[in-house]
C-alpha cells in the first residue's frame, strides 16, 4: 500500500504486505508498518508529530529531503529494529519512532548516535554527517556523498582502509561496525589504523592523529596509536 499523508488522521496501520508512507506535509498522526517492508519518508521541513512503528520485517526511516540538520538517536533495540528519536528544526518525528532497520539523512547534516549494541545500517546525505558509536554496531555507515562526514566513537579501533573516492571519501573495515564504512573524510578510534594497498603519506598533526593522503584524497583520523602501510609505497612525516 502506499499512503500520501497531508492531512491529520489519528492513525495510520500499513497491515500485512509492503508499505510506503509519504508525509507531504505537517500533520499529527501515528504511523505503523505491517510485517512486510515499509517505507516512512518525510518531506523536507516537514514534522510528523505523532510517532512512527516500522513493526516487522525490514523497515526505512528516510528523512533523505531534509536539507537541515537533524539528530537521531539510536537508544534501544526493539522487538524488530530500533527505537530512539529524533530532534531539529524542525523535528521530523516528534514522538520518536521503533522498530527500524535502515536510516537516510537528508542533505543538511545529520547527526547518528548509537547509544547501545544494535543492528541497522545509517547513510548519510549530501551535508556534514556524524556517526557517533557508543556501542556496536552491527550493520554499515555510509557517509554519503558530499560534505565532510565523520566516523567516531569509544567502540571504534583497528580500522583498515580499503578504497578513496573523490572528495576524499574513503571506505573500510573498523571493529565496532560490523558492516565496514564508506564515504567518510574523518576516522577516529584507537588502536591501530593501516593504509590501502597504494602509494601514500602520513603526516602526523598531534599524538596518534595525522592525515593520510592517496590519489589526491586525503583523509584526516585521531586516537590511533599504531600506523602501518600498505603493499606499496609509504612516506611518513612524523
Known sequence: ?????????????????????????????????????????????????GTINGAENNDTLNIGSYSSL?????????????NGTTTGTPNPVSGGFSNIDLFVGGSGGNSYNVNTALSADLTGGAGSDTFTIN????????????????????????????SAAASDE??????????????IDTLSGSGTLT????????VSSAINSGSY????????????????????????TL
Do not use: C, K
Request: net charge negative; charged share 5%; proline share 1%.
Open 70 to 82: 537533524v539528530t537521531l538517536n539510536l537508544n534501544t533495540t526493539g522487538a524488530n529494529g530500533i
Open 170 to 183: 574513503f571506505a573500510g573495515s573498523i571493529t565496532g561496525v560490523s558492516g565496514g564504512f564508506s564515504g
Open 1 to 49: 500500500d502506499d499512503f500520501v499523508l497531508a492531512h491529520n488522521v489519528a492513525s495510520v496501520n500499513g497491515g500485512n504486505g509492503n508499505n510506503s508512507f509519504n508525509v507531504n506535509a505537517s500533520i499529527t498522526s501515528n504511523l505503523s508498518g505491517g510485517n512486510g517492508t515499509d517505507s516512512f519518508v518525510i518531506a523536507d521541513t516537514v514534522q510528523l508529530t
Open 195 to 202: 593504509g590501502q594497498n597504494t602509494d601514500a603519506s602520513w
Open 213 to 236: 593522503a592517496t590519489g589526491g584524497n586525503t583523509l584526516t583520523f585521531n586516537g590511533f596509536s599504531g600506523w602501518i602501510g600498505g603493499s606499496q609505497a609509504d612516506n611518513f
Open 135 to 162: 556501542s556496536v554496531l552491527t550493520g554499515s555507515v555510509d557517509g554519503g556523498v558530499g560534505g565532510i562526514d565523520t566516523l567516531q566513537g569509544p567502540a571504534l579501533s583497528n580500522a583498515l582502509l580499503t
